[in-house]
């Protein structure tokens, strides 16, 4: 089973300023890589899927990037609706596993 | 609207069993992937399972294997997850949630149900 290790646990940044969320996986996963949102009380969303490519209505502040077994989601100038938890997630092989999760929290 | 609609919260005793549901709706459901993923209190996320609804084909992780039960009834568009006897541990919140495209099941999901509270206690 291939592990997802996502860092850092929690990011403090303020409204306007950049986040970068790293997750490395403990094998390649080639561009298998995607990355879900989650608020408190809500539905995971997507966001990114194999890599680089945004979900459907996700704006382009959120990008993806890496291959292989490091991964970056970039989000360019946060706002007050991007505070959540973040998982990165492989499906290059079965099961498919998921990160721990990053919590970007308002500083 | 692509969506999918969860049965409710459930609240039951350790041996018991149970039945959730998922129904799909502005969609071929015999067209696309659904699964079931869980989330226990505080936790992160971690897949159950998943069944193409066209033809049952079902897939477990290894994790759940023997432990739950996927289905999926394609005549009212809704797929299923069950237990035959329920442990304090499978407490959780369980969402289920469709893949993007139709042929890959290990594909990203896109579409997520509102979530159903299991909670196991005596």
């Known amino acids: 089973e291939i592990v997802l290790t996502q860092s850092p646990a929690t990011l403090s940044l303020s409204p306007g300023e950049r986040a970068t969320l790293s997750c490395r996986a403990s094998q390649s996963v080639s561009s298998f890589l995607v990355w879900y949102q989650q608020k408190p009380g809500q539905a995971p969303r997507l966001l990114i899927y194999?890599?680089?490519n945004r979900a459907t209505g996700i704006p382009a502040r959120f990008s993806g990037s890496g291959s292989g077994t490091d991964f970056t989601l970039t989000i360019s100038s946060l706002e007050a609706e991007d505070f959540a938890v973040y998982y990165c997630?492989?499906?290059?092989?079965?099961?498919?596993?998921f990160g721990q999760g990053t919590k970007v929290e308002i500083k | 609207e692509v969506q999918l609609v969860q049965s409710g919260a459930e609240v039951k005793k350790p041996g018991e069993s149970l039945k959730i549901s998922c129904k799909a709706s502005g969609y071929g459901f015999t067209n696309y992937w659904i699964g079931w993923v869980r989330q226990m209190p505080g936790k992160g996320l971690e897949w159950v399972a998943i069944?193409?609804?066209?033809?049952?084909?079902?897939r477990y992780s290894p994790s759940f294997q023997g432990q739950v039960t996927i289905s999926a009834d394609k005549s009212i568009n809704t797929a299923y997850l069950q237990w035959s006897s329920l442990k304090a541990s499978d407490t959780a919140m369980y969402y289920c949630?469709?893949?993007?495209?139709?042929?890959?099941?290990?594909?990203?999901?896109?579409?997520w149900g509102q979530g159903t509270m299991v909670t196991v206690s005596s």
């Open positions: 949630a469709r893949t993007r495209s139709g042929h890959d099941p290990k594909d990203a999901l896109d579409i």
């Open positions: 069944i193409y609804p066209g033809d049952s084909d079902s």
């Open positions: 194999d890599a680089s």
């Open positions: 997630q492989q499906r290059y092989i079965s099961p498919r596993t």
